[in-house]
Structure formats: C-alpha cells, structure tokens
C-alpha cells in the first residue's frame, strides 16, 4: 500500500442553480475586483452573464478575458496576463471547460511569480502567493476545477505543459449542473469519456492510493451508469449532475494518484494531429486496458463489477468485458474507435510512440510504459 498525504485544497458547491451563490461566495473570499475568464462560447451562450450578475449584486467589479480558444497555449495566457496586469484584480474566475480553467491557472502564475509558462513546468515552481479562484465547471469533463494543475500548450511545439502548485488550486469549485445543459452534444460525448478514462486510469495507477480509488470507484459508477442517458437524454438534470460530480471526483483521483498511458498516447495525436482530446482518448483507452491486463486484470475485474454490464459477458475474461463496455460507449457517444478512420497516417506510428514515451503521465502506468509499449497500443487502437 502506497503512503500519501490527503489534503483537500477545493471547497465542492453542488446544485441546480448554484451559480446564484456566485457573488456571496466570492464575498466571503474576500473578491473585490475580480478577473473572469471565459471563452467566447460562454459569452454567446449566456453563461456570463450568469456569473456576472449574482457577483456586480455583491458588490464585485468584474474584468473579462474571453481570447483563447480549446487548449490553451503559452500565447493565450502571456495575453491575458498583459491585458489584466495594470488592472488591478484581486481574484480570479474559471467558467467553461478545462480550458477556461487552465487558462485561469497559467494567468494566475505568470501575474503573481513572473517568468514564462515553462518556468512552472512539473511541480512546486511558484515561491510567491497567487491569487485565490473560483472554478465554475460547464463541462463534464477534464476535472480541472479539482486539480492544483494547468496543463497549457507550448505555442511552438504543441506539446503540453503540466504546470502544478498547490497554490494553483480553485479555493471554491462551484457545480451547477444546469450550466451543462446547453453543451453541444459533441461535447457532451468527448469530455464525458474523458471523465470516464480518468475514473477508469487513476484506479490502477502506480502512484494510486486507498483514498484515490474511493473517487475513481466513485467517479466510474456515476459516470458509467450516467454517459448514455445524458447522451440520449440532454435535458435529464439528474444525469448531467451525475456527471458533473462524477467528473469532480475523477479530478481529485487524479490529484492523489496521476493518469497513464491513455493519457500518453493521446496527447501526442492531438500535438501533431490536432485531435480533439477525448476523441483521442476514446480510439486509445480500450487497447489500453486490454495491454495493462497482465499488470492489473484484478482491478479492471473489479470496474466491470460495478458497472451497469457487470456478469453479462460469461465467455470473456473481466478485463476485455470492460474494454468492450468502453467501446459501447465509445459507440454511445458517436465517437471513433480506430485510429485509421481519424485520418491517422500508418507510418506516423513509430514516431507517435517515441513522443508518447516521454509523457509524463506514462511514468504512473501499471505496466512498465516505453516507445515499445506505445507503438503497441498504438497498433492495437489502429
């Protein structure tokens, strides 16, 4: 059993129409002149001026920073640091996806501490205090608003950046699961399976600890169960709250216990190829858990165990009835399941795999993970 240090850093508000509670709760933090950061999707849809309103009735002055776009990058944030720097703010404020979010970390730690995104890389880098955040997730996905990272893209190579501190962390992650209700359903489908594969990572990682497979159990049961009906059912405020809270759990699974070779190899196909990052993640995560199988088939029997198919699939083993569950819903979400239909080049395979070996998080993977191992999966997933 691994040692650990729990320490929970985000405070969770949970409910239909909690965004209402915006301009107390940022009272209560102390929030006077606050920078919120949103991208131009939130504007359009109204989701500003959600938050906006409950927190100019409390009294806060809000600036806007709306100029990025999905996966941020080291341009996006050095702009919205320029724009915010002579604007006096006290606070920040995340509201969308994961980009909103990490974009409202990668601002936060070039304001406080200085330098360049780079400097942050890895863990621990700010030796100055940053200013306090509030997450307000619209998505259902990346569990940002439960995590001390921002994972932002170099704008010359495209390969991404995990920049950590424990002073990064959201204080307040405030989930109104009516805010995901005007989700494209595309976006439903790629950052839901996106939770999914963290729930499904984080429960067999190296670094996993008793405290992280609660919330990866946790996160697996509500975000199984839920995916198809949220899909099929958009407007059921129950399943996109199981979704949303399923999502949060999986973040703080990934906070305690890291991710692994799905994660990988996903990343470089959006680096070269510009994949969307849970369509990525959906061609690769079940020949992931089908090559992890040797290392951790006990603890893929016990997902498919409280899953919604658990003993429906006699004739095979419980690792590849999970990975044919993930490709069910892979199917759920209209998502592809090969990378040959992605408009991947075969011959790209082998270089893919180099890049995907130098990820950081397949360090944390069950199995021993090296360019070999990619180009496996990789081969597998094609």
Same mark, same amino acid.
């Given at each position: 059993?691994?040692?650990?240090?729990?320490?929970?850093?985000?405070?969770?508000?949970?409910?239909?129409?909690?965004?209402?509670?915006?301009?107390?709760?940022?009272?209560?933090?102390?929030?006077?002149? #606050?920078?919120?950061?949103?991208?131009?999707?939130?504007?359009?849809?109204?989701?500003?001026?959600?938050?906006?309103?409950?927190?100019?009735?409390?009294?806060?002055?809000?600036?806007?920073?709306?100029?990025?776009?999905?996966?941020?990058?080291?341009?996006?944030?050095?702009?919205?640091?320029?724009?915010? @720097?002579?604007?006096?703010?006290?606070?920040?404020?995340?509201?969308?996806?994961?980009?909103?979010?990490?974009?409202?970390?990668?601002?936060?730690?070039?304001?406080?501490?200085?330098?360049?995104? @780079?400097?942050?890389?890895?863990?621990?880098?700010?030796?100055?205090?940053?200013?306090?955040?509030?997450?307000?997730?619209?998505?259902?996905?990346?569990?940002?608003?439960?995590?001390?990272?921002?994972?932002?893209?170099?704008?010359?190579?495209?390969?991404?950046?995990?920049?950590?501190?424990?002073?990064?962390?959201?204080?307040?992650?405030?989930?109104?699961?009516?805010?995901?209700?005007?989700?494209?359903?595309?976006? #439903?489908?790629?950052?839901?399976?996106?939770?999914?594969?963290?729930?499904?990572? &984080?429960?067999?990682?190296?670094?996993?600890?008793?405290?992280?497979?609660?919330?990866?159990?946790?996160?697996?049961?509500?975000?199984?169960?839920?995916?198809?009906?949220?899909?099929?059912?958009?407007?059921?405020?129950?399943?996109?709250?199981?979704?949303?809270?399923?999502?949060?759990?999986?973040?703080?699974?990934?906070?305690?216990?890291?991710?692994?070779? &799905?994660?990988?190899?996903?990343?470089?196909?959006?680096?070269?190829?510009?994949?969307?990052?849970?369509?990525?993640?959906?061609?690769?995560?079940?020949?992931?858990?089908?090559?992890?199988?040797?290392?951790?088939?006990?603890?893929?029997? #016990?997902?498919?165990?409280?899953?919604?198919?658990?003993?429906?699939?006699?004739?095979?083993?419980? &690792?590849?009835?999970?990975?044919?569950?993930?490709?069910?819903?892979?199917?759920?979400?209209?998502?592809?399941?090969?990378?040959? &239909? @992605?408009?991947?080049?075969?011959?790209?395979?082998?270089?893919?795999?180099?890049?995907?070996?130098?990820?950081?998080?397949?360090?944390?993977?069950?199995?021993?993970?090296?360019?070999?191992?990619?180009?496996?999966?990789?081969?597998?997933?094609?």
């Amino acid at each position: 059993m691994n040692s650990f240090d729990f320490q929970p850093r985000t405070r969770l508000i949970f409910g239909a129409g909690a965004i209402g509670e915006l301009g107390t709760i940022a009272r209560e933090l102390g929030f006077r002149r #606050t920078l919120l950061v949103a991208d131009h999707g939130l504007v359009a849809s109204g989701h500003v001026d959600e938050a906006v309103t409950p927190l100019q009735q409390a009294g806060i002055e809000v600036v806007r920073f709306h100029d990025f776009e999905v996966n941020p990058d080291t341009r996006m944030v050095e702009a919205g640091t320029a724009f915010v @720097a002579t604007q006096n703010i006290d606070s920040i404020i995340g509201l969308g996806g994961g980009s909103s979010m990490d974009c409202a970390k990668g601002i936060n730690f070039l304001l406080t501490n200085g330098g360049r995104i @780079a400097d942050y890389r890895g863990y621990g880098k700010a030796t100055k205090p940053m200013l306090p955040m509030i997450a307000i997730p619209t998505t259902a996905g990346t569990g940002s608003e439960a995590q001390s990272y921002a994972l932002i893209s170099d704008a010359e190579t495209h390969v991404k950046m995990a920049c950590g501190d424990s002073k990064a962390a959201f204080r307040v992650a405030l989930l109104d699961p009516a805010l995901t209700l005007s989700q494209p359903r595309s976006i #439903t489908a790629t950052s839901g399976f996106d939770a999914i594969a963290h729930a499904v990572e &984080t429960y067999v990682t190296t670094k996993r600890t008793p405290v992280s497979e609660i919330f990866s159990r946790e996160a697996w049961a509500l975000l199984e169960h839920n995916y198809e009906r949220v899909l099929t059912q958009p407007d059921d405020l129950e399943a996109r709250g199981a979704m949303q809270l399923g999502a949060f759990y999986a973040g703080v699974a990934i906070e305690n216990s890291m991710l692994g070779a &799905t994660h990988a190899c996903a990343n470089p196909l959006t680096a070269r190829y510009g994949t969307a990052h849970g369509a990525a993640i959906a061609m690769l995560l079940p020949s992931v858990v089908r090559w992890n199988e040797r290392a951790v088939g006990d603890r893929y029997a #016990t997902l498919l165990n409280s899953s919604s198919v658990a003993n429906k699939n006699p004739d095979s083993t419980p &690792t590849e009835a999970l990975a044919r569950r993930l490709e069910e819903l892979t199917q759920a979400g209209g998502l592809r399941s090969e990378l040959s &239909t @992605a408009g991947i080049n075969k011959n790209d395979l082998a270089a893919l795999a180099a890049e995907a070996a130098e990820q950081w998080t397949g360090t944390f993977n069950p199995r021993p993970f090296s360019k070999e191992g990619a180009m496996e999966v990789y081969s597998c997933a094609y």
